[in-house]
């Protein structure tokens, strides 16, 4: 399975300003997707990026609060913009190795965010 | 629609006692099912997985059987050990492996 880096680990924010979320692949993958996991809940799908192509959102997530990229097949973006205290989570990327459906997903280590 | 229900933590046991963490799932079509841990400061990790009826995943002592009858997927592992200690996530993908549902996740402490 591909290995992911993802960046910062986490990071205090002050409420409206924006925070970027980097997720580096160790391989080449397909589809990429962004999760958040808000405290004490499970995991959300905000969406998924694919090479290419705009970012399909989930009901609820909208482009203009999280804008997302994916220059490449190896990276992503993510970032949370004009940020509240309820954005306070960890956001989680995850990819698909290509070709390998169920058996190559992985997911990142997160980002704990904090809005103050 | 997709959704998976597990049992609420937490769930605290003694070293070497038998875990069952139980979930079940709605779902259409033919799903694929997971477990997922999540240590402390960590990332989601696959634990195991099943992708059709009747298959039963395993791995590091634990097992879950793909119950189609029942539709579920509970977790087990006979004698748990205090480096067990994590959060557990059910999972389902659709048949195309394009998204994941997950549970509520149950956190496990396991006490020497």
């Known amino acids: 399975s591909a290995v992911i880096s993802q960046k910062p680990s986490r990071d205090i924010c002050q409420r409206g300003t924006s925070l970027t979320i980097q997720c580096q692949v160790d391989?080449?993958?397909?589809?990429m997707f962004w999760y958040r996991q808000q405290p004490g809940q499970s995991l959300t799908l905000i969406a998924t990026a694919n090479q290419g192509s705009e970012a399909t959102y989930e009901s609820g997530f909208v482009i203009d609060k999280f804008p997302i990229s994916r220059p490449n097949l190896t990276f992503s973006t993510l970032t949370v913009s004009n940020m509240s205290p309820e954005d306070s989570s960890i956001y989680l990327c995850s990819a698909e190795a290509t070709g390998q459906g169920a058996r190559g997903y992985t997911f990142g280590s997160g980002t704990r965010l904090t809005v103050v | 629609g997709n959704s998976v229900t597990q049992m609420e933590g937490p769930v605290t046991l003694s070293e070497e006692a038998f875990l069952t963490i139980n979930c079940t799932y709605t779902?259409?079509?033919?799903?694929?099912l997971f477990w997922y841990v999540q240590y402390p400061g960590e990332g989601l990790q696959l634990l195991l997985k099943?992708?059709?009826?009747?298959d039963k995943g395993s791995n590091k002592g634990f097992e879950a059987t793909y119950r189609k009858e029942t539709t579920s997927f509970h977790l087990e592992k006979g004698s748990v050990q205090v480096s067990d200690s994590a959060v557990y996530f059910c999972?389902?993908?659709?048949?195309?492996?394009?998204?994941?549902?997950f549970g509520s996740g149950t956190k496990l402490n396991v006490k020497p």
């Open positions: 099943a992708t059709k009826a009747d």
């Open positions: 779902a259409t079509g033919y799903p694929s």
């Open positions: 391989s080449q993958v397909t589809m």
């Open positions: 999972a389902l993908t659709s048949y195309n492996f394009n998204k994941f549902y």
